[in-house]
């Protein structure tokens, strides 16, 4: 999890405070979105501090913060996505995160929920909007939800080939 902090949340935070300063969402879009940020956040924050303290549980937690990082990037994206367009990417992060400590099989479950709940975010924007999503639309969005997938597993993989390098030499 500590992996997830260095990396993937400051490029969310990059993500979305480029979004907001450079696609200048209405003022209610902006404090909702920073009030979320600032709330996963720190919960990401405070259980990545106090990870010893809950040991027996750590699987646990950890499961939770991945649908909590899961649900932060859906509802960040119903809100930003149709101002920045890049923001389908906070999606990767949580079965990205999942990689780092499940198995493929879980790894793999999680990376089709994170790429369904960015398909059925674009579908439900499409529908307030009242706007067609043309057969292009559709094929760019089921590539971002394959690219969603195929890279958590990539991640998976690598996680996995490290501990069987690791495990090898001692």
Known sequence: MHILNYYFTPFAVILIAFAIYFSEPEKNVTYVSFAILTLSFGTNYWFSRNTYRFMRWMHNIRSFMVFLNLATSAVLFYLLGSYWAPMWLLFVVAPAAAAMFMRKNQVMIIAFVS???????????????????SRQLWAMASCHALFVVFFSMFVAAMSEMILKVRDSLR
């Open 115 to 133: 790429a369904a709940a960015m398909l059925g975010v674009y579908y439900l924007k499409s529908v307030q909007l009242g706007v067609t999503f």
